[in-house]
């Protein structure tokens, strides 16, 4: 029994050990990255479902590693994040959604807004506001191409101190947006005290509807909530036209997903914004 219980021990801290190297590897990696600025914005088209036009977009990060591998945001934002590597990264990624911006509407092109993920690190940051100032003026981007999103749960973490930065950031003109709605905790009395524009619905409500009527009925819930509080309302990966059609009948016309489109590199979607005219 001694033996067996060593031997298990040992294992373990072996594949500790092994997650322990795998996690620093890739945290040097993302430093080297960062510095070599090997990453790419994709854009995923949100679609108005009345008139099939395109409304925005959503910036998503991608990293192509040495061997020329995507590495999924799910599995470098978290170590971004606790390396606090999220800050520059995030920095580029705001300057560079914002760059692509006014590229498009200099070519005369009708991208609408660019929806821009946000990690609290930055949020938290004393200087986030000027800094977003400073580079909408220096990129010459207008406030209101941009939206940002904070998930709901990002925002309940710290809820006093983020409603004070997001109301600089609205005053700023820059929209604000609750990304993966509904699997937080925020209550109304709450919500209404968020300069909030949008609520996007989290895919995971979006998946098996319309058959699970669980979800169905959450789905119904947040587009009744966001008429309520006067806000805009978004769906996220619809993959159907089941789920489309639910969602138009419901009252949700702004959609985002496979069922148009994948996030795309930015020539495939400026080749996209160029059909649109
Ligand atoms: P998110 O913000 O909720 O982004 C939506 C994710 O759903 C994206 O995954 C998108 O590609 C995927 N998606 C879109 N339509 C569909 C669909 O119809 N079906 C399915 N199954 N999936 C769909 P992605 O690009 O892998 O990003 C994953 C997460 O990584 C994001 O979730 C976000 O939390 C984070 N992330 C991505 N880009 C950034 C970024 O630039 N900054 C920050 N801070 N986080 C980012
Ligand atoms: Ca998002
Ligand atoms: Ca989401
Ligand atoms: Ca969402």
């Given at each position: 029994a001694?033996?067996?219980g060593?031997n298990?021990y040992?294992?373990y801290?072996?594949?500790?050990?092994?997650?322990?190297?795998?996690?620093?590897?890739?945290?040097?990696n993302?430093?080297?990255?960062?510095?070599?600025?090997s990453?790419?914005?994709?854009?995923?088209?949100?679609?108005?479902?009345?008139?099939?036009r395109?409304?925005?977009?959503?910036?998503?990060?991608?990293?192509?590693d040495k061997?020329?591998?995507?590495?999924?945001?799910?599995?470098?934002?978290?170590?971004?994040?606790?390396?606090?590597?999220?800050?520059p990264?995030g920095?580029?990624?705001?300057?560079?959604?914002?760059?692509?911006?006014?590229?498009?509407y200099?070519?005369?092109?009708?991208?609408?807004?660019?929806?821009?993920n946000?990690?609290?690190l930055?949020l938290?940051?004393h200087?986030?506001?000027?800094?977003?100032?400073?580079?909408?003026?220096?990129?010459?981007?207008q406030?209101?191409w941009?939206?940002i999103?904070?998930?709901e749960s990002?925002?309940?973490?710290?809820?006093?101190?983020?409603?004070?930065?997001?109301?600089?950031?609205?005053?700023?003109?820059i929209?604000i947006?609750?990304?993966?709605?509904?699997?937080?905790?925020?209550?109304?009395?709450?919500?209404n005290?968020?300069?909030?524009?949008?609520?996007?619905?989290?895919?995971s409500?979006?998946?098996?509807?319309?058959d699970?009527?669980?979800?169905?009925?959450?789905?119904?819930?947040v587009i009744?909530l966001?008429?309520?509080?006067?806000?805009?309302?978004?769906?996220?990966?619809v993959?159907?036209e089941?789920?489309?059609?639910?969602?138009?009948?419901?009252?949700?016309h702004?959609?985002?997903?496979?069922?148009?489109a994948?996030?795309?590199?930015?020539?495939?979607?400026e080749?996209l914004?160029?059909e649109?005219?």
């Amino acid at each position: 029994a001694k033996y067996d219980g060593r031997n298990t021990y040992k294992f373990y801290t072996e594949d500790m050990t092994e997650k322990a190297f795998e996690r620093l590897a890739l945290e040097s990696n993302l430093r080297q990255a960062i510095q070599d600025e090997s990453f790419m914005l994709y854009f995923q088209p949100q679609i108005d479902g009345e008139r099939d036009r395109i409304i925005g977009m959503e910036a998503l990060i991608r990293w192509k590693d040495k061997n020329g591998e995507f590495i999924p945001p799910d599995k470098f934002i978290p170590i971004a994040e606790e390396t606090r590597l999220i800050v520059p990264l995030g920095e580029w990624i705001l300057r560079t959604g914002m760059q692509q911006m006014v590229q498009w509407y200099a070519k005369g092109l009708n991208p609408g807004k660019l929806a821009i993920n946000l990690s609290m690190l930055q949020l938290q940051k004393h200087d986030f506001v000027s800094m977003l100032k400073s580079m909408l003026k220096e990129t010459k981007c207008q406030p209101n191409w941009l939206e940002i999103e904070v998930t709901e749960s990002q925002i309940m973490q710290k809820p006093e101190q983020t409603i004070l930065t997001l109301q600089m950031i609205s005053k700023l003109g820059i929209g604000i947006s609750v990304d993966d709605f509904g699997t937080g905790y925020s209550s109304l009395s709450y919500l209404n005290r968020f300069p909030i524009d949008t609520l996007k619905i989290d895919q995971s409500f979006i998946n098996g509807i319309p058959d699970n009527m669980e979800n169905a009925a959450i789905i119904q819930a947040v587009i009744a909530l966001a008429k309520t509080l006067n806000l805009d309302v978004i769906a996220e990966g619809v993959e159907t036209e089941e789920q489309k059609t639910f969602l138009m009948n419901n009252g949700c016309h702004s959609i985002q997903g496979y069922l148009y489109a994948r996030p795309m590199p930015s020539d495939k979607m400026e080749k996209l914004l160029k059909e649109a005219l």
